[in-house]
């Protein structure tokens, strides 16, 4: 069993950053893919960016340029630093892991954006 602990949401004035942390922890041999989703409630979840164990990278075309995926692969742990962030971006962000052949899902983060 893999357990997922995401940190670092928050609320934040449009134009700050915020740094989003998820660690992965339990019997783990190989995560091959790590990812950010995100969710407004009532609305569907969507991709935000993915990173390939490599250190590939992917990104929804709306935080292109703004968001910045890393992961750690000696701790098992993934990054979103996103900066210049918009009204827009307030969602719940939530880790996903591929691990083994499986997929995990974090509990999510709020993060809000206002001024």
């Known amino acids: 069993q893999v357990q997922l602990v995401e940190s670092g949401g928050g609320s934040v004035q449009p134009g700050g950053s915020l740094r989003l942390s998820c660690a992965a922890s339990?019997?783990?041999?190989?995560?091959?893919?790590m990812r950010w989703y995100r969710q407004v409630p009532g609305k569907q979840r969507d991709s935000v960016a993915g990173?390939?164990?490599?250190?590939?990278?992917f990104y929804a075309d709306s935080v292109k340029g703004r968001f910045t995926i890393s992961r750690d692969n000696a701790k098992n742990t993934v990054f979103l630093q996103m900066n210049s962030l918009k009204p827009e971006d307030t969602a719940i962000y939530y880790c996903?892991?591929?691990?083994?052949?499986?997929?995990?899902w974090g509990k999510g983060t709020l993060v809000t954006v206002s001024s």
């Open positions: 339990g019997s783990i041999t190989k995560i091959s893919l």
């Open positions: 990173i390939a164990k490599a250190g590939s990278t």
């Open positions: 996903y892991v591929l691990a083994d052949g499986d997929i995990y």
